[in-house]
């Protein structure tokens, strides 16, 4: 059964750094797309981060140059590096999966079909 589990969230004051964990089970992840969205309250759910299964990476123009995905393959487990992290970058973070997802379509959360629960961000001083 395809699983994918988040971790790495807490507070954080502004300005500090957060590396969440996306840990696959049941698929290898150089085989589907990756996606990191995140929701804040109130807020429908947005794109952050994307991986193809190639390794291109693209991200929201909002976290260019202060986040950083990355894939480890033995570990079957993907990261984003989060740093000079902003009150705006609060809310639930999820990282979600599927094959053959386009760079040019990676905000599209309806594209992607297996999702994890999630781990929660607070920037706050």
């Known amino acids: 059964q395809l699983q994918l589990v988040e971790s790495g969230g807490g507070l954080v004051q502004p300005g500090g750094s957060l590396r969440l964990s996306c840990a696959a089970s049941?698929?290898?992840?150089?085989?589907?797309?990756i996606g990191w969205f995140r929701q804040a309250p109130g807020k429908e759910r947005e794109g952050v981060s994307y991986i193809s299964s190639s390794g291109i990476t693209n991200y929201a123009d909002s976290v260019k140059g202060r986040f950083t995905l990355s894939r480890d393959n033995a570990k079957n487990t993907v990261y984003l590096q989060m740093n000079s992290l902003k009150p705006e970058d609060t809310g639930a973070y999820y990282c979600a999966a599927d094959r053959n997802i386009h760079p040019s379509i990676w905000v599209n959360r309806y594209r992607y079909h297996h999702w994890g629960q999630g781990t929660r961000v607070t920037v706050s001083s």
């Open positions: 049941g698929f290898t992840l150089d085989s589907y797309a």
